[in-house]
């Protein structure tokens, strides 16, 4: 699967929400659409994508990414990818402060492969696209994008809480 489709579908799918949403918009109400839609396809939807590959295709998976095939580790890989898929998923009903733990353990997860994928290039001269691809830039992008989106959410909701008790 392209890896940029899902994060096309949730850019594609935010800017839909953003112009058919009827409530009064404001920053705060555009990017808690946004947030939705990347918690819940970029981190969800895509994880538990990563959860069957690793399970069901893990042999050709494993050869994508530069591992050797048979490791168990694959599927501990697949089932945390599947903790953060249903993390993100369950942040299109589950709000507050679940946002920021989800943000966190996909930024975790995130950052700790690339930091992997970065330590398996430099040791082990690991070029495979699964490995130093686009994946990489997405673990490292898709967290930073989260956690950056998030903050200003969190800044713009205590400034309106702010507002409304003045």
């Not at 949403?21 to 981190?43: P, T």
């Not at 994508?49 to 399970?55: E, I, P, R, Y």
């Not at 599947?82 to 989800?102: E, H, K, P």
Request: with cysteine.
């Amino acid at each position: 699967m392209n890896h940029l489709f899902l994060p096309m579908i949730a850019v594609a799918g935010a800017l839909i929400h953003v112009y058919l949403d009827r409530r009064q918009r404001s920053a705060h109400r555009v990017l808690e659409i946004i947030l939705v839609w990347f918690l819940s396809v970029f981190s969800g939807i895509s994880s538990i994508v990563a959860f069957f590959g690793h399970t069901f295709a893990a042999v050709k998976i494993a050869a994508y990414i530069g591992w050797p095939p048979g490791s168990p580790f694959q599927f501990e890989v697949a089932v945390a990818n599947l903790a953060i898929g249903v993390l993100g998923i369950s942040c299109i009903w589950l709000r507050g402060n679940f946002w920021t733990a989800t943000v966190m353990a996909g930024a975790v997860f995130g950052l700790g492969a690339a930091f992997g994928h970065i330590r398996d290039i430099m040791v082990n001269n690991n070029y495979a696209p699964g490995n130093a691809g686009v994946i990489l830039y997405l673990d490292i992008g898709g967290p930073v994008l989260m956690i950056v989106l998030l903050t200003i959410f969190k800044i713009l909701e205590k400034r309106e809480l702010h507002n409304k008790s003045c």
